[in-house]
Nanobody, 123 residues
Framework: QVQLVESGEGLVQAGGSLRLSCAASGYTFILPTMGWFRQAPGKEREFVAG???????LYTDSVQGRFIISRDNAKNTVTLQMNNLKPEDTAVYYC?????????????????WGQGTQVTVSS
């Protein structure tokens, strides 16, 4: 019913910026909450940022002040602007969507996932 397609993967230097985008298609009216997770090699999938339909946001502590999540409900897109990137930000980033009114840090509480995009930060 819903498909999430991500774009924007790339290799950047430490201190640089990168923007990831996610486009939702299908029955997008059932997606009140959207967000981003990431998974580094050997690590569990980690919550990065989430946003409600009305624009309320939640960030994990490690990206607070550096990353910005936004959404365009008319275009059914969600964007993650990543600034001042650090090598520890290197991971596969996944767009996610769920039926909850507020973002959850638990992956199992999200219903749909993007294909994943590789972000590599060099130093």
């Amino acid at each position: 019913q819903v498909q999430l397609v991500e774009s924007g993967e790339g290799l950047v230097q430490a201190g640089g910026s990168l923007r990831l985008s996610c486009a939702a298609s299908g029955y997008t009216f059932i997606l009140p909450t959207m967000g981003w997770f990431r998974q580094a090699p050997g690590k569990e999938r980690e919550f990065v940022a989430g946003i409600t339909r009305n624009g309320g946001t939640l960030y994990t502590d490690s990206v607070q002040g550096r990353f910005i999540i936004s959404r365009d409900n008319a275009k059914n897109t969600v964007t993650l602007q990543m600034n001042n990137l650090k090598p520890e930000d290197t991971a596969v980033y996944y767009c996610a969507a769920g039926a909850g009114a507020f973002p959850s840090k638990t992956p199992s509480q999200w219903a749909y996932w993007g294909q994943g995009t590789q972000v590599t930060v060099s130093s």
